[in-house]
């Protein structure tokens, strides 16, 4: 049994289930390969799973399994804090709420996809701003931010976790610079929708968006190889 509270024979699903989700996460990347149609300095990650997309079941399926991953392995954590009281500390404890939040969210995002792609095509964007979109486009805004603000829990208070109470060395280490590009990468992608919705251009809003959940893919695939390396959640 580890000090910490697992040992790594009960750790490891954790460590899988969470790596799986991090590179799953990245399937967007496929766009340079494959022939989408879409700017990806311009567009909307979520664009890539538009239902009039030619290859939008793809990535819905992409999304559907990262989150469904992150949320099996930000559960289990959950129950071994639960189990093992010497690890149920707050930030831990927070942070994996976090991540098992970003992982229902990002599976949801997948059954509410985008009918149209607004930053590309003007009609959907008239149509949007009209409101006269299916209900999924305001249900997706939604579970988007809901998985952004679980990854942002889970990134910041789990990197405090490990930098506070001794933990998680790699995370401790590489984790507060993840955590500064992936809070700059966020501004960037706000302001960048503020001035799309505003009708002032997309500011490189895919850019920025691509950069954002790729810093979470890489904060996922640190996590990963920290429970793998110290056996504990």
């Not at 399926?61 to 690890?87: I, M, N, P, Q, V």
Request: glycine residues 10%.
């Amino acid at each position: 049994m580890s000090p910490h509270g697992l040992s790594p024979r009960t750790a490891w699903p954790v460590a899988i289930l969470i790596g799986l989700a991090g590179a799953v996460y990245t399937a967007w990347v496929l766009e340079v390969v494959l022939s989408t149609g879409l700017n990806p300095i311009q567009t909307y990650v979520s664009e890539l799973a538009a239902q009039d997309q030619p290859l939008g079941g793809l990535f819905r399926a992409t999304d559907f399994t990262a989150g469904l991953l992150a949320f099996a392995g930000g559960l289990l954590a959950l129950f071994r804090l639960l189990k093992y009281a010497e690890s149920r500390r707050l930030w831990a404890v927070v942070g994996w709420a976090g991540v098992t939040l970003f992982g229902a969210a990002t599976a949801a995002d997948a059954w509410l996809p985008l009918s149209c792609t607004p930053t590309v095509d003007p009609e959907c964007a008239a149509r949007e701003t009209a409101k006269l979109v299916p209900a999924t486009h305001q249900a997706h805004a939604v579970s988007s931010s809901l998985a952004m603000t679980g990854a942002l829990v889970g990134i910041v208070a789990l990197t405090v976790a490990a930098r506070r109470y001794g933990w998680f060395a790699p995370l401790a280490r590489y984790g507060p610079a993840l955590v500064v590009l992936e809070l700059l990468a966020t501004a960037w992608t706000l302001s960048a929708i503020a001035m799309f919705t505003a009708g002032r251009g997309t500011w490189a809003l895919g850019a920025g968006q691509r950069l954002q959940v790729l810093f979470v893919a890489l904060w996922l695939g640190l996590l990963a190889y920290s429970v793998h390396k110290e056996g504990r959640t």
